[in-house]
């Protein structure tokens, strides 16, 4: 009878002092949760600006030799919304992200800069580097076929800058740098691998302000 009432208390003792644990254990599980929820961009599953810089930065600590940094922009996205509506829109940004995410797998870093802007950090080998853009441009001009069956044309033009081309592993001189490449092949159905004058384009906040020997430029309709 003492020995079980022992056994008893020691049983109590443990169920008590297990119960702040299991709390803390579930607290700290929908922290975690909502932290990776404020990583990511609802609507795409992409990286948020701040979660993809700092994954971005890694890779090409990481991939010195073979990384590639990826920008694209839906063209005439504003188009879609004023013809479609904006909850198309929303379903045109979702399917961009599931492409984006399916090209670049799960170890590189993609990320929504905002609006209808993305951006990439992924090891990409020489050899393979133009087949797998071309790849990502016709995922990308692949019709979105909707809920109602009905289908949306899209597009988006795409720029890449690999530190090699450019002579830096800094992410902003590199994003900047394809950013401009991007620029170059606007509208024109391929990706443009950017050069060391791509990299001199002065730019605002990311986005141009001139090329280099012209007038200043900037994003088309």
Request: charged fraction near 20%.
């Amino acid at each position: 009878m003492q020995l079980r009432t022992r056994i008893g208390n020691r049983a109590l003792l443990l169920t008590t002092a297990a119960i702040p644990l299991t709390g803390w254990a579930v607290h700290a599980t929908a922290l975690h949760r909502r932290l990776a929820a404020s990583r990511v961009d609802p609507l795409t599953g992409l990286l948020r600006r701040d979660a993809y810089t700092h994954r971005a930065r890694r890779l090409l600590a990481r991939h010195s030799d073979d990384a590639v940094v990826v920008m694209v922009d839906a063209d005439r996205f504003k188009a879609i919304n004023d013809r479609f509506g904006h909850a198309v829109g929303d379903t045109v940004l979702a399917a961009f992200g599931a492409r984006l995410t399916a090209w670049a797998g799960p170890t590189a870093a993609a990320g929504r800069l905002g609006g209808d802007e993305f951006a990439l950090v992924l090891g990409l080998p020489t050899e393979r580097r133009v087949q797998r853009l071309e790849q990502l441009m016709r995922m990308l001009h692949t019709p979105v076929v909707l809920d109602d069956g009905r289908t949306v044309d899209v597009a988006a033009s795409v720029g890449a800058a690999t530190p090699a081309a450019i002579g830096s592993h800094d992410l902003t001189v590199l994003q900047r740098a394809a950013d401009a490449a991007l620029y170059t092949g606007q509208h024109t159905g391929r990706a443009v691998l950017a050069t060391r004058e791509h990299a001199s384009v002065p730019s605002f906040n990311g986005r141009r302000l001139g090329r280099p020997g012209t007038a200043a430029w900037g994003r088309a309709a």
